[in-house]
């Protein structure tokens, strides 16, 4: 199966807007929630937000919470995340991925569920 396709990422200065698009296989993508992640340097990836298999049910952070939205566009593939009101600490390398159960709806929030990764987009915010 092919990993997902990361694309989006930039510099931007503080409190500017970001859209990260993922793109994924059927099989991947096809009735599975799919999570955005990031990563700082020194610091372990987090799960930011995530969005149920039929798009009825999302989840964020409480740092993102009110300046990321997710979505998805279940005809092409592809899952999105904007991103405004960024931040310097919201710089890192964002990652998606797929859940490896299908049809979960309540427990997008489980980041050990995840798998499937793509190779990620840097984006940097400058104070």
């Known amino acids: 199966q092919v990993q997902p396709v990361e694309s989006g990422g930039g510099t931007v200065q503080s409190g500017g807007s970001l859209r990260l698009s993922c793109a994924a296989s059927?099989?991947?993508?096809?009735?599975?929630?799919m999570g955005w992640f990031r990563q700082a340097p020194g610091k372990e990836r987090e799960l930011v937000a995530a969005i149920s298999w039929s798009g009825g049910a999302t989840y964020y952070a409480d740092s993102v919470k009110g300046r990321f939205s997710v979505s998805r566009d279940n005809v092409n593939n592809r899952v999105y995340l904007q991103m405004s009101s960024l931040r310097p600490e919201d710089t890192a390398v964002y990652y998606c991925?797929?859940?490896?159960?299908?049809?979960?709806?309540?427990?997008?929030?489980?980041?050990?569920?995840?798998?499937?990764w793509g190779q990620g987009t840097q984006v940097t915010v400058s104070s």
């Open positions: 991925a797929g859940d490896r159960y299908l049809y979960r709806s309540e427990r997008i929030a489980d980041a050990s569920g995840y798998v499937n």
């Open positions: 059927g099989r991947i993508f096809n009735n599975h929630a």
